[in-house]
């Protein structure tokens, strides 16, 4: 079953403005991680964010966690053309073994 | 050097037909996944093998068998290829058994086109 729904669906901004997807879940977690897909290539990892922390940071990457809301946001800083994927957010609920993604939001880095 | 790698990376074939995807990571860690992403994107887990082992199974048809001849490789058979098997599959891997709790490293995908 989907977990995570992420929010928007699709983001179009200008290169070097911040860009902001939300992910949104039902189930009480172990921990929420954000992936990114190029088109036509895997998912890489991102950031992990464990469900005892609040706000997590790595590079122009900031992530938030509010699990009274049941919601993550991540930020993207400084924004770049490389920038241009699917972001994924994903969770693990507490016990389980697996991960559930969202849809994605596909986020367009316009120079 | 590549760290999970899957072949084929296209794979097109008619309906009815037996196909497998073969998956190999060399990083050392002891959990791998097949994922199925559909053309909405969605991605879904399909299996996990821990050193081996099946531990987790969703709600796949039989006709997916996956196979991990160690903790290295996991195949994916697939018999009887329908239309909606049509979709790119992913393998991945992640270190220790706890699955999840860790992050997940993905190979570059198969694209399966059913004719």
């Known amino acids: 079953s989907q977990q995570g729904e992420e929010d928007p669906q699709a983001l179009s901004i200008q290169e070097g403005e911040n860009a902001t997807m939300n992910c949104s879940y039902k189930t009480s977690i172990n921990n929420l991680q954000w992936y990114r897909q190029n088109s036509g290539r895997g998912l890489v990892h991102l950031i992990l964010?464990?469900?005892?922390?609040r706000e997590k940071h790595s590079g122009r990457l900031r992530v938030t966690l509010d699990t009274s809301k049941k919601s993550s946001s991540l930020l993207i800083t400084a924004s770049r053309a490389a920038d241009t994927a699917s972001y994924f957010c994903?969770?693990?609920?507490?016990?389980?073994?697996?991960?559930?993604f969202g849809q994605g939001t596909r986020l367009t880095i316009n120079p | 050097d590549t760290a999970v790698s899957q072949t084929p990376k296209y794979l097109v074939t008619q309906m009815g037909n037996d196909k497998s995807i073969k998956c190999e990571q060399n990083l050392g860690h002891d959990t791998m996944y097949w994922y199925k992403q559909d053309s909405k994107k969605f991605l879904k887990i399909m299996f996990s093998?821990?050193?081996?082992?099946?531990?987790i199974n969703e709600t796949v048809p039989n006709r997916f068998s996956p196979k991990s001849p160690d903790k290295a490789h996991l195949n994916l058979h697939i018999n009887s290829l329908e239309l909606g098997d049509s979709a790119v599959y992913f393998c991945?891997?992640?270190?220790?058994?706890?699955?999840?709790?860790?992050?997940?490293?993905f190979g570059p995908g198969t694209r399966l086109t059913v004719l």
């Open positions: 093998y821990n050193n081996k082992e099946l531990i």
């Open positions: 964010i464990r469900s005892n922390e």
């Open positions: 991945a891997s992640s270190p220790r058994t706890s699955g999840g709790y860790n992050e997940q490293f």
């Open positions: 994903a969770t693990i609920d507490q016990g389980a073994q697996k991960l559930v």
